[in-house]
């Protein structure tokens, strides 16, 4: 028999150790104690390759490049769906990543960091061009549908669900909806450019906003700028 201190003891380690099993299956990326955060995945949607470089689908990776040249991370995880880099913010784990699968099927580049990373919906922001909203808009939202962008289906489809935030670049609408696969994959104009440059870089301001304040401080400063475009 043990001396009645010494169950007591086994007792207070066991219950401990129940807690912190509990606390492991329902926050499988924490501590068990609460005092870390699942990290932030950053993921700017377009298409590798130098011929994509310029079109108005990859200004989600404008963005990503304006983000990576102000922090100074290092991208140098690469594997085949996708290139990454980590950095801290705050001493908050944030991940950049830059998809190669193409833009219809980025959610299978997230596939890979939601199991290296064990995040959660609610922090993985997503940023995307946007022919609903005029050149150079911007748009942040903390959940929503795909607005018609493949890549945001993809996503929700590997996620299995779309409350996840967004940021939204406004690229412009198409003349007619069968021209907007021509669209995406076109250039700016000169002076269309410029506009959309600055909304980029206000979208590294946003998401900064983010991820070191609150998302919704970010939406009440940065929302509201620009006007949706005509629907088709």
Known sequence: MYPLKVVCQLQRRSQRLNVSSILEKLFPGGDG??????????????????????T??????????????????QMNNKRKELIFGELKLNGKLVVLAYPQTFVNRSGAALRYLIHRYKTIPEKILIISDDINLQPGSLRIRKKGGPGGHNGLKSIIATLGTNEFPRVRIGVGNPESISSQVDHVLGTFEPDTKEKVIKATNKAVDAIELIILDDLENAMNKFNGDGEATKAH
């Open 56 to 73: 108005r689908h990859n200004v989600g990776w404008w963005c990503m490049d304006e983000f990576v040249h102000r922090t100074k991370t």
């Open 33 to 54: 104690g609460g005092s870390k955060s699942p990290p932030w995945i950053i993921i700017g949607l377009g298409n590798p390759g130098i011929k994509y470089k310029n």
